[in-house]
């Protein structure tokens, strides 16, 4: 039944094997959240307000950091942490490009080797292309999805380049940022943006001739922390020393982040931040479809590349070009 094609399967069959703990119809229905054919969308949707009326919860954790900081690597150790609490993890990585998706993606399954092999664990590539902020609202429904399959817990991996980690802020509970030994000279620079999104910072790799310089950064960082606002009311933010090479600091990051969940649920934060998600999710999915809707109308698509090109060259205002697109869309939109 199971290896039916997508359209075959009801919405029932799909939502009683994802509830049921079937990781393979949970990776389809993800299928389905992520195509952009209308029926798919159709029946993504239909599977997803059934699949939330389950009211399932799970801990929601964003690990970002910069290329290499070693977020693959970590979330494996996590990962085995976890689990040893008898919980089951979904992970998922998003992809920040469709054209790395090929290397990444393989390379992620071959640094999560022992975790990938765990019937209590589902780890998923997420694209992510074509979105500014790096992911879309799919992430989120993805998340969902997840949370109905019944996992105790969600683990978002993203690279913490731009836009994409303050995006996966607004899906989860929890922010893990990693940072590198001897990274702290960063904390001058961009890097404040994600410092002030993280809710705990690991210094990574603190393993080998790297422990020294990783308790300097730890001074660093804890310094830097004190001078940034509070995220969340009544959370003090503190920076671990982590190593997943020698799976040391991985079981404090996971009780660091108890204390947060059980202070946050307590104090109603908890809930609060999941309401205000929703409501960045309702208008993440208007966006969404009134922007592939307005792309996707044969009078802008042909006026499109025009009116780029007059834009480009000088001939014509952005102001104008934006009006005159939406002109056409309106109008064809009318009849
Ligand atoms: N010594 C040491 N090396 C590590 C540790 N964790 C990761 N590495 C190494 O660091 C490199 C990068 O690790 P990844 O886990 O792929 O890093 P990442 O942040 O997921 O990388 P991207 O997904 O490409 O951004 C790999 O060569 C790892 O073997 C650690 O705890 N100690
Ligand atoms: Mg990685």
Known sequence: ?????????????????????????????????????????????AILDRCLAKGRRSIRIGITGAPGAGKSTFIESFGLEIIRHGLRVAVLAIDPS????GGSILGD??????????????????????????????????????EAAGYDVIVVETVGVGQ?????????????????????????GIKRGIMEIADTVAITKADGERTGIAQIS?????????LLPEKHPGWVRKVLLTSALESSGIAEV??????????????????????????????AIIEDRLKREFFKRPAVASLRESIEQNVLSG???PFSGAMALL???NTQGSH
């Open 164 to 188: 994409s980690e303050i995006v996966v802020n607004s899906m989860v509970d929890f922010i893990l940022l990693l940072m590198l030994p001897g990274s702290g000279d960063e904390l001058q």
């Open 218 to 226: 730890k001074s660093d960082f804890e310094s830097a922390l004190r």
């Open 109 to 146: 399954k071959a640094r999560m080797e022992q975790l990938s092999v765990r019937p209590e664990v589902f780890i998923r590539p997420t694209a992510s292309s074509g979105y500014l902020g790096g992911t879309s609202p799919r992430t989120h429904e993805t998340i969902l999805l997840c």
């Open 254 to 283: 996971w009780q660091n982040i108890t204390e947060f969940i059980g202070s946050m649920s307590s104090s109603g934060e908890l809930d609060r931040n999941r309401r205000e998600q929703l409501r960045l999710l309702l208008y």
């Open 315 to 317: 001939t014509l205002s």
């Open 98 to 101: 469709s054209t790395r998706s």
């Open 1 to 45: 039944m199971t290896h039916k094609p997508l359209h075959e399967l009801t919405v029932d069959e799909f939502v009683d094997g994802i509830t049921g703990g079937s990781r393979h119809l949970l990776s389809r229905a993800v299928t389905l959240v992520e195509s952009n054919r209308p029926d798919h969308e159709t029946k993504a949707h």
């Open 327 to 329: 002109d056409a869309f």
